[in-house]
């Protein structure tokens, strides 16, 4: 038989190490819980934001009318801007989403440093939707504005409006908030 030959130093100090490796790593901290979900009820408008999305945090709301600001990333700065989401009273003669994209382009036009920058037709489970986007001078910057109209998809008789401002930084920020 073979005598048992002690181990050499260096093995000695590398056993500790990895244990010291194993517990460590069988004890990493879990993932942070993920953020409570935060329900927006317009209890006048019969309608709710069911989970109101990470990167917004809910500043204020009422019965028709819920408002909304960037909620700030880890890390980086909060974006300046502001979601106003709406719903207005019953309309029995009608809403005309496409004249309020009309409207919306003079009302940006008719502003000072004004430009209608397009619009864009989305389809919603409940039927279409359509955004109108500009740009105009405000308070010694440029402000970006895009606003999406659609019918309320329990009561077409009432429309529903999502405003984003926030002010003009780059178009890549533009293209990336839209």
Not at 9 to 14: C, I, K, N, P, Y
Not at 111 to 125: N, S
Request: proline share 11%; charged share 20%.
């Amino acid at each position: 038989m073979r005598p048992c030959r002690p181990f050499p130093r260096s093995s000695a100090l590398l056993l500790p190490a990895l244990a010291l490796t194993f517990f460590a790593c069988a004890r990493e901290a879990a993932p942070p819980p993920a953020p409570a979900l935060v329900r927006v009820e317009l209890g006048g408008a019969g309608l709710a934001v069911a989970s109101v999305p990470a990167a917004f945090r809910l500043v204020s709301s009422g019965p028709v009318e819920a408002r909304f600001a960037p909620a700030p990333a880890a890390g980086a700065p909060v974006a300046p801007g502001e979601l106003l989401l709406t719903v207005a009273p019953p309309t029995k003669s009608g809403i005309n989403l496409i004249q309020l994209v009309k409207d919306s382009r003079a009302e940006f036009e008719g502003r000072a440093g004004g430009e209608f920058l397009g619009q864009r037709e989305l389809v919603v489970p409940w039927g279409s939707a359509f955004t109108a986007r500009g740009r105009f001078a405000e308070g010694g910057g440029q402000i970006e504005e895009l606003r999406l109209f659609a019918l309320h998809p329990g009561d077409m008789d009432r429309l529903l409006t999502v405003v984003y401002r926030y002010p003009m930084t780059t178009a890549e920020d533009s293209s990336r908030r839209f």
